[in-house]
């Protein structure tokens, strides 16, 4: 049987199955991309552009069909894959409108008055391995950008999306991207790490995963000196200090901790609050989760549906019940009861720094809420972890605010909002969370040749 299958998380069916590619498929993938690549990187800007622009079209226009697909695949309600697929159409539009801007010359002021400037080229080859939680988003911020730039792009998707994996492939096709410059291969770890990574044709590399894919692809990108972007996990904090609407402070907390089923990994998974609104706050947010239900296929609009497979559910399920044998307390959710791919939305209590469970990333629709006596306590709580992805201040002092956010150790603090992304903020780690950003200018940069010319 193939790895590469889609298994309905809601039914547990198995739907469709892909060949795994052989090692010559493989390596059939890189030459094309290879080959392709001295064509497209040459092609003018604005040929690519407006084949890109056609493929922006067509993941809004199709936004349905592609939700309908990453539910079967990956189990995410309906109204969250219409909105993943037109967030996608987004940043592959904004790539495509700012490309000229981007890729333009930066002219240098030098010393010695000669005429500097760096022009911004393109390198070749570039392997894509994505994750299954986000199945079109992960690769529009990855793959689009290096294509406008003139990169051609080989794709590694997780294996159990493959069906969308193909419809990205097909709607670059169809948009009339030339052959080979985007190919999308069902490629074994050892293929990945044997044969594409220390390929001398490929360029560089990145991922989106684990913390454990994310170390082994960079020893073997540094290995053959490759350089590697990287999007790990992430146990964000979501830090409340003062709020005169506390509301809409456990509202935020909820959406957060809850969008895609609690699979994502700049959610915020970890809630610290001042000792002064701690009971409020802890109130509010048990009453707001007991009343979350998982939705099933036809809930459209549901908050939370079932995780991805068996395999992220009885992971999840574990790691509750670890923390509790070690003394977490339950303040909501009765986790063990919960079947299948569905986990009920849980909230705990009393972890402490000797459990697993304070160090871990918890992927699903679990949270954990923590007592701070007062800011520094607050700050040393959320930087004591091994991640650093993302993070969410709730203050009323905009001073206090933004003198916290100096302190936190996270590739992007969000003050009184919960999230810092948009097609246009650039994306990214520190710590084990991974390193490299995507979206944005930056998301352009990461395998962008600077090349200085001068002239005298």
Known sequence: MSEYRVTDPYTGKIVKEYPTATDDEVRGAIERA????????????????AIISKAADA???????????????????????????????DIIRYYADNAEEFLADEVLTVSSGVDARVRKASQGVILGIMPWNFPYYQVARFAFPNLVLGNTVVLKHAPQCPWSATVIAEILEEAGLPAGAYENV????????????????????SLTGSERAGAAVAEIAGRNLKKVVLELGGSDPFIVLSADDMDAVVEAAVATRMDNSGQACNASKRFIVLDEHYDEFTAKLSDAMMALEVGGPEDEDALVGPLSSQAAADRLREQVASAIAEGAKVLVGDVAASEGTRVAPALLGGVTSDMDAYREELFGPVGTVYRAKDVDDAVRIANDTPFGLGSSIWCNDPELALAVADRIDAGMVAINGAGAEDYDMPFGGTKRSGFGRELGPHGMEEFMNKKLIVSS
């Open 186 to 205: 069902f490629a074994t770890n050892d293929q990945i790490g044997e044969i594409i990574i220390p390929d001398p044709r490929v360029r560089g590399v």
């Open 34 to 49: 290879h080959t392709a690549y001295a064509d497209w990187s040459t092609t003018p800007l604005p040929e690519r552009v």
């Open 59 to 89: 993941f809004k226009a199709r936004s349905r069909e592609l939700a309908e697909i990453i539910q079967t695949e990956m189990g995410k309600p309906i109204d969250q894959g219409v909105f993943e697929a037109e967030f996608s159409s």
